[in-house]
Nanobody
């Protein structure tokens, strides 16, 4: 399996936008997974699931990012994206992507490797 590499993070003012990417040296989409997800971890907090996209393109989001974030996948380029708009200081965290298996309603478990993440800092 390929370890994913997250990129695109940085420092942005509140209300700004960033586009995160998740890629690897080969296909990052595991045959054991039925979805890919973005997680984030703010300092002092546990890692939380924020968005997921299934093999057929169905997307789900937690309420705190719904309407502001968009998850997408490019199967030809083996890349996962997270478009983040109208960023808020509470979005400050390290963001990770992961192959997962399960469902949004019942929960996912990871079936791949964690990357090192990419840091997003939103200033007020």
């Amino acid at each position: 399996q390929v370890q994913p590499v997250e990129s695109g993070g940085g420092l942005v003012q509140a209300g700004g936008s960033l586009r995160l990417s998740c890629s690897g040296s080969g296909s990052i989409f595991s045959s054991n997974a039925n979805a890919m997800a973005w997680y984030r971890q703010a300092e002092g907090n546990p890692r939380e699931l924020i968005a997921a996209i299934s093999r057929n393109g169905t997307t789900n989001y937690v309420d705190s990012v719904k309407g502001r974030f968009t998850i997408s996948r490019d199967n030809t380029k083996n890349t996962l994206h997270l478009q983040m708009d109208d960023l808020k200081p509470d979005d400050t965290a390290v963001y990770y992507c992961l192959n997962v298996r399960g469902t949004w309603d019942l929960g996912y478990y990871g079936v791949g490797y964690w990357g090192k993440g990419t840091l997003v800092t939103v200033s007020s």
